[in-house]
């Protein structure tokens, strides 16, 4: 197992995080590296997946070290790209594998430019039968007295004279003179209707604009997708849990809620470690309200590890808790990461909970979420986080069992 750090421009690189053999889970950066891991060997490819959804595929043509730490170099192509290309090499074969309605040597065929038809020629109308007491006829005269000519070559002449006269080479639908079958292209331009210069002239600007127009990125950040090695491993499946938005929100809500009580512990436990003063006290017979902390770069995910259509929530956040007279640590940012389980009932029960705040991460560690994989391929998924410190970053899988997260692998800081 991987992680594919894709940038905006498609070009990417990955990072080795656990090898799976008989069972057990060890550093790939690490496991045989002679100098190079196995894990990073060249030629192999690495099936990057989003929560289960195949994305594409990175082929590693090398690896290099970098402060003890290994990142392969490679191709990256996308799953749209790959299947264009499997929908062209189909449709090549295809091709081959079809007979020729015409042989390509032969008789040279006689076809027009245009698709219609020409109009067939009227047949000759059959030669009068003589009869034998009939008068013959006099012939017509080729010329009157005056020398004037007969009426069908003066209605010719004037027929001839009234229109202008169209060349061959200029006529469109003159019939050419080909050997073997016709191209595609062919085919299709003579099918194609013709368009008026001016209707070309008019969409012209607009169809060129489309043309030289990149398509824009979604995002300009860097996308961390996971990756899988496995040649006999199974289909993915997607692991996300689909949410109508009336049931997110609510959901959402529950869980912020939960949040908020974790930020407020840590708070009260920094402020019962701190030096400063005391909190004034709180009037006999009443109760204060507790502060509700202000939640900002919420994000919120929903899935279906085990196909039990029970939602495994998570949810990281940043929060900051009112400002309060007398209270030490009150311009802390707290940053936070919260698993939940959601049961049959619609209760939420916590699995997993990891804060810090800005001024601990040399002893508190910030979790963040990369996704949901299926890491030893027995078709449930399990949470990949990255744990980032002072002392560096290292990944950590965990499977959810029950109400508790179970870890499969833990790296080394530092990575």
């Known amino acids: 197992m991987g992680l594919v750090e894709l940038s905006s421009s498609g070009k990417g690189h990955l990072i080795p995080i656990a090898i799976l053999i008989d069972g057990e889970f060890y550093d790939a950066g690490a496991y045989k590296a002679a100098p190079v891991p196995m894990a990073l060997e060249s030629g192999t490819v690495y099936e990057a997946v989003r929560t289960g959804i195949s994305q594409g595929l990175f082929t590693v043509s090398g690896a290099l070290e970098a402060n003890n730490n290994w990142i392969a170099e490679g191709t990256w192509q996308s799953a749209s790209a790959l299947a264009v290309a499997a929908a062209a090499a189909a449709k090549k074969k295809e091709a081959q594998s079809k007979p020729a309605t015409e042989p390509v040597e032969g008789p040279p065929v006689l076809r027009r430019a245009s698709s219609a038809k020409p109009a067939e020629p009227p047949p000759p109308a059959p030669p009068a039968e003589s009869k034998p007491d009939a008068k013959p006829s006099a012939p017509a005269p080729a010329a009157s007295a005056h020398g004037a000519p007969e009426a069908p070559a003066a209605s010719a002449a004037s027929a001839s004279a009234s229109g202008p006269a169209v060349s061959e080479e200029d006529d469109p639908n003159r019939p050419v003179l080909k050997r073997g079958a016709p191209s595609p292209a062919e085919v299709k331009k003579r099918n194609a209707p013709v368009a008026s210069p001016a209707k070309v002239a008019a969409q012209t600007p607009a169809d060129a604009h489309k043309a030289s127009t990149p398509a824009s990125s979604a995002s300009g950040s860097m996308q961390l997708i996971p990756a899988i090695s496995d040649a006999d491993g199974p289909d993915p499946r997607p692991y996300a849990f689909s949410l109508k938005p009336d049931e997110e929100q609510k959901l959402r809500k529950k869980i912020l809620a ?106 508190l560690a910030r979790m963040e979420l990369i996704d949901a994989v299926d890491a030893d391929g027995d078709g449930r998924g399990e949470l990949l986080f990255r744990q980032v410190s002072d002392a560096g970053s290292a990944f950590i899988l965990y499977r959810v069992i029950g109400d508790r997260l179970w870890p499969l692998f833990q790296g080394t800081p530092g990575q």
């Open 258 to 363: 939960l949040a908020g009580d974790e930020v407020r512990a840590r708070a009260e436990q920094l402020a019962a470690e701190s030096q400063a003063a005391a909190r004034p006290p709180t009037p006999s017979g009443s109760k204060a309200k507790p502060p509700q902390p202000s939640f900002e770069d919420v994000q919120f995910r929903a899935f279906d590890l085990s196909n039990s259509n029970e939602p495994v929530l998570v949810v990281t956040a940043k929060a900051r808790m009112p400002a309060r007279p007398n209270a030490a640590g009150t311009d802390l940012q707290y940053i936070i990461t919260l698993v939940t389980r959601d049961d049959m009932y619609g209760e939420l029960h916590k699995v997993f909970s990891s804060i810090t705040d800005t001024q601990h991460f040399d002893v």
